[in-house]
């Protein structure tokens, strides 16, 4: 209809018509090669792609140009695809700056796997749209003094602090039900405020054997895989924490959004792909982790854990409070991750002494510094993602004021626009 109404009338307002119309395809065409790119990509790293539900064609066409093509002719492709949408931003700007912002991340990241090394913060910024602002480890040690408070008596503080926490691990044979029951009170909340598609749905398992605690593979339709990682001892806190980050309104649910209102709603077939190391990863991960916060608000999580999580766990309430005080302490030692991961991959420290710092600042044992650090040398600065993302998301969406439903309005569309950190309020 719309075609025909500009074929019909005056020159001037035809000249207005073809202005949008053809730009608007032609960002979708754009879109499409965005797509194979990405996908031709991922056939250069095992792990670059984390999601892609898109038409399958797409997928056989990124092997074809992987099987032909380098990384120098791939990097060539990203550059000419951005000065392609970068012409077409009049019609969709906000699509537009969104694929810009992804394609300065893949460019970062042929540049990397070509064999470059970057500083730290630049390859943060590269790959991320953020600079870290880092502070020396000293700038922990009233934090570290806080935490000694909590958990006082002799030998190492990481130790105290591993033992005490230890009290609060979920036996093996309660994980499922502790998790189904966690899951199912954070899909309840946030469906509360979010409207979410009848069809949705995931299915979670217990995995070994990976540098990560948990992970949502999105499989498109509406369905999540997460998979939670046994490597380790799972302590009760962690059943609300990945329910939320995982699940509701974490992974699945910006996943979900994503594919409801851009994919399908608008045909922006972008958001069906998701590389790994780019912006969409700290906006993902900074919400996943809010998320807990905002689900769960104040005192919140503690009465929950304590009235329904506990009892599943069959677990002794007596020093839940103490507990969630000592949580809510370390987590002002999240920065310190940083600081270690960056002087370790810019070679100022070796891998013990690596995993040496991160028992005393993060003050964790040393099986879970070593986890740690395996992270660290398998994705690099995207460890930034969980707490400076959740930190940016924290403070943009706070500026709602304090109303929780306008706290949850904004949050919906940080997930369910094609939000980067620039969109982020966070002054
Ligand atoms: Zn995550």
Same mark, same amino acid.
């Given at each position: ?9 005056? @020159? ?19 879109? #499409? ?60 700007? +906000? ?12 460019? %970062?990241?042929? *540049?990397?796997?070509?064999? &470059?090394?970057?500083? /730290? ?38 130790? +105290? ?5 230890? #009290? ?20 309840? +909340? ?12 995931? =299915?979670?398992?217990?995995? %070994? ?25 799972? #302590? ?40 790994? /190391?780019? @912006? ?7 919400? =996943? ?9 104040? !005192? &919140? ?35 310190? *991750? /940083? %600081?270690?991961?960056? &002087? /370790? ?10 995993? =040496?710092? %991160? ?20 994705? +690099? ?8 993302? *959740? ?10 004021? !304090? ?13 369910? &626009? !094609? ?5 982020? #309020?966070?002054?």
């Amino acid at each position: 209809m719309q075609r025909l109404f500009c074929a019909l009338i005056l @020159p001037l307002l035809l000249g207005a018509c073809m202005a949008v119309q053809p730009r608007a395809a032609s960002l979708d065409a754009a879109a #499409r090669d965005y797509v194979r790119l990405q996908l031709a990509i991922g056939e250069k790293e095992e792990g670059y792609i984390d999601a892609y539900y898109g038409p399958e064609d797409l997928r056989a066409e990124g092997k074809a140009i992987a099987a032909a093509e380098g990384l120098p002719q791939l990097s060539a492709r990203v550059d000419a695809l951005s000065g392609r949408i970068a012409g077409l931003q009049a019609a969709e700007p +906000r699509r537009a700056r969104f694929l810009l912002a992804q394609l300065t991340a893949a460019k %970062t990241r042929l *540049r990397m796997l070509g064999g &470059e090394k970057l500083p /730290f913060e630049e390859e943060a910024l590269g790959l991320f749209g953020v600079r870290p602002a880092l502070k020396p480890l000293s700038g922990y040690d009233p934090v570290l003094a806080q935490v000694e408070r909590l958990v006082p008596g002799a030998g190492p503080l990481w130790q +105290r602090v591993d033992a005490f926490q230890d #009290r609060f691990t979920i036996p093996r044979e309660r994980l499922q039900p502790v998790f189904d029951a966690a899951i199912a009170e954070c899909r309840a +909340r946030s469906a509360r405020h979010v409207a979410l598609p009848a069809s949705e749905r995931f =299915a979670m398992s217990f995995v %070994t054997d990976k540098s990560w605690s948990g992970y949502n593979y999105y499989q498109g339709d509406y369905a999540s895989k997460i998979e939670i990682n046994t490597d380790l001892p799972i #302590r009760i806190s962690r059943a609300v924490d990945l329910g939320c980050h995982e699940g509701y309104p974490g992974h699945h649910v910006l996943n979900v959004l994503l594919e409801q209102r851009l994919v399908r709603g608008r045909g922006w077939i972008e958001h069906s792909v998701q590389p790994l /190391f780019s @912006p969409q990863s700290i906006i993902s991960e900074g919400s =996943a982790n809010y998320g807990i916060d905002l689900a769960f608000p104040g !005192p &919140e999580k503690l009465a929950y854990e304590v009235r329904a999580i506990y009892p599943l766990a069959g677990l002794p309430t007596a020093d839940a409070a103490r507990y969630d005080a000592l949580l809510t302490a370390l987590r002002d030692l999240q920065g310190a *991750r /940083f %600081t270690i991961a960056r &002087e /370790f991959l810019e070679g100022r420290i070796t891998e013990p002494q690596a995993v =040496a710092l %991160t028992q005393q600042y993060q003050l964790v044992s040393e099986a879970r510094a070593k986890q740690s650090i395996a992270f660290t040398k398998q994705y +690099r600065s995207y460890v930034i993602n969980y707490g400076l993302g *959740r930190d940016m998301v924290a403070a943009d969406v706070e500026r709602a004021g !304090p109303d929780q439903a306008a706290r949850w309005r904004r949050m919906e569309q940080i997930l369910s &626009e !094609p939000t980067l950190p620039s969109d982020l #309020r966070t002054r």
